[in-house]
């Protein structure tokens, strides 16, 4: 059973940064494309950064310049780094392959920005 579980979230003011952590179970991690992905209260489920295999990015307009994504993938891990958070980066964060499978998601981590 794929297991994607999130680590690295909690409280921080704005400016500040954080760094999250994704470990996997799958065997064939290394073959795809992997995502961060957040839902903030009363909001969907949005993209943030996406890597594939080979470590080409993509980020959503809202977090480019500030987030960057990476991969290990000797280590199954998948990590977000995350500079100058301001409070609209408030939501709950998760990992899941992308395209997103239903019964991949995890229990994600809580990122709060304020100060």
């Known amino acids: 059973q794929v297991q994607f579980v999130e680590s690295g979230g909690g409280l921080v003011q704005p400016g500040g940064s954080l760094r999250l952590s994704c470990a996997a179970s799958r065997s064939i991690f290394n073959l795809v494309v992997m995502g961060w992905y957040r839902q903030a209260p009363g909001k969907e489920r949005e993209l943030v950064a996406s890597?594939?295999?080979?470590?080409?990015?993509n980020y959503a307009d809202s977090v480019k310049g500030r987030f960057t994504i990476s991969r290990d993938n000797a280590k199954k891990a998948v990590y977000l780094q995350m500079n100058s958070l301001n409070p609209e980066d408030t939501a709950v964060y998760y990992c899941?392959?992308?395209?997103?499978?239903?019964?991949?998601w995890g229990q994600g981590t809580q990122v709060t920005v304020s100060s």
């Open positions: 890597i594939t295999g080979g470590r080409s990015q």
């Open positions: 899941n392959q992308m395209p997103a499978v239903r019964g991949y």
